[in-house]
């Protein structure tokens, strides 16, 4: 069945070739040529224009595929350590797993050139986290908001979000939809969710950011994130 968007625009593509070859033809009217012609691009380029994206749960699968790649590389490596999710220059968020759990956050200056790293003397592995990309490409400018349309809206991984900013970043998460059974990547990076909004909390913080706390009362998950300012 064809999509009535898809049949409008061949509809509208025909009647614009039609009626500017009877307005040259037949009445030699440029200007009614030329709003023919108008319609002819007009309704080709509906029927190019794809109606249907990505589906959401493709996005999804994709996202917690990426999640159990990362759990291989945390196993082989043993580390077990929170992780620092930490923007550079390039608009990508980078996650520095410390190799002791006596490290803090790193201070850094340059992109990473590899997955073991030294800053300030202390090592640390560093991993693109599944969000990075997308917080790049979709250019954000406020955390509550952005937080909500990631979370709900470009990857339906919750029902409901609410945000609220008071020092530390409280996440409300309803109606969790996304599961992936990789324990030590949730206690490096958080949950999926975790992981997603505290991506997107560095990016517009321009500052690392860390899951503090996760707990789940009664089908609600509460996700608390800590931005360290320098």
């Known amino acids: 069945m064809v999509d009535r968007f898809n049949a409008f625009g061949a509809a509208l593509a025909s009647f614009g070739a039609l009626f500017s070859l009877l307005s040259y033809k037949i009445l030699s009217n440029i200007p ?22 990505i589906p959401r749960k493709a996005v999804r ?13 945390l196993e082989e490596f043993d580390a077990s350590c929170k992780g620092y999710y930490v923007p550079h220059e390039d608009g990508r968020v980078y996650v520095y797993v410390p190799l002791s759990s006596e490290t803090g956050p790193p201070k850094v200056a340059l992109k990473p050139r590899g997955v073991v790293v030294e800053e300030g003397g202390k090592p640390y592995l560093v991993f693109l986290p599944p ?12 955390v509550e908001a952005a937080i909500s349309e990631v ?28 599961y992936v059974s ?32 996760e707990v789940e009362e009664k089908g609600v998950k509460y996700i608390t994130l800590r931005v360290c300012e320098s």
Do not use: H, Q, W
């Open 32 to 53: 009614l040529t030329a709003l023919g012609i108008g319609m002819l691009i007009l309704g080709l380029s509906i029927c190019l224009t794809p109606t249907s994206p």
């Open 61 to 73: 699968a994709l996202i917690e595929g990426s999640i159990l790649n990362l759990e291989a590389l």
């Open 131 to 142: 969000a990075s990309e997308l917080v790049r490409v979709e250019g954000f400018s406020d």
């Open 151 to 178: 979370l709900v809206d470009l990857t339906e991984l919750c029902k409901s979000v609410k945000v609220v900013r008071s020092g530390d970043i409280n996440i409300e998460v309803k109606g969790v939809r996304g």
């Open 182 to 213: 990789a324990e030590r990547f949730k206690r490096v990076f958080g949950s999926i969710e975790a992981c997603l909004a505290a991506c997107v909390a560095a990016a517009l913080s321009n500052s690392p950011v860390y899951v503090l706390s």
